[in-house]
């Protein structure tokens, strides 16, 4: 079984920056791909980028693209996602995911998931 926690959130102003970690312990995380998922306040969870398991591939969600970055590191067992140009409207919990998964469309169903953290964007 995965298991992923997440770290870094907090409260930051309109414009700032966060870093996102998630560790993953129980498999070997390199044959999974990883994504970052939100659920903003009222609204239905999204998914926000993802990477494939080698860190080659990547997806963006349209509204994050220039301003976020996924990577991760398989040798650490971890994962990232930088959050530059931070918006009031992208205040939400941001879930680290993750599927056994070898192939390129990173849309998709994500199997094991973390706690979440929670990012506050204040304008």
């Known amino acids: 079984q995965l298991q992923l926690v997440e770290s870094g959130g907090g409260s930051v102003q309109a414009g700032g920056s966060l870093r996102l970690s998630c560790a993953a312990s129980g498999r070997t995380f390199s044959g999974y791909a990883m994504a970052w998922f939100r659920r903003a306040p009222g609204k239905e969870r999204e998914l926000v980028a993802a990477?494939?398991?080698?860190?080659?591939?990547?997806y963006y969600h349209d509204s994050v693209k220039g301003r976020f970055t996924i990577s991760r590191d398989n040798t650490k067992n971890t994962g990232q996602l930088q959050m530059n140009s931070l918006k009031p409207e992208e205040t939400a919990i941001y879930y680290c995911?993750?599927?056994?998964?070898?192939?390129?469309?990173?849309?998709?169903?994500?199997?094991?998931w973390g706690q979440g953290t929670q990012v506050t964007v204040s304008s």
């Open positions: 990477i494939n398991w080698s860190g080659i591939i990547t």
């Open positions: 995911a993750a599927v056994s998964y070898a192939g390129n469309n990173l849309v998709r169903t994500y199997d094991y």
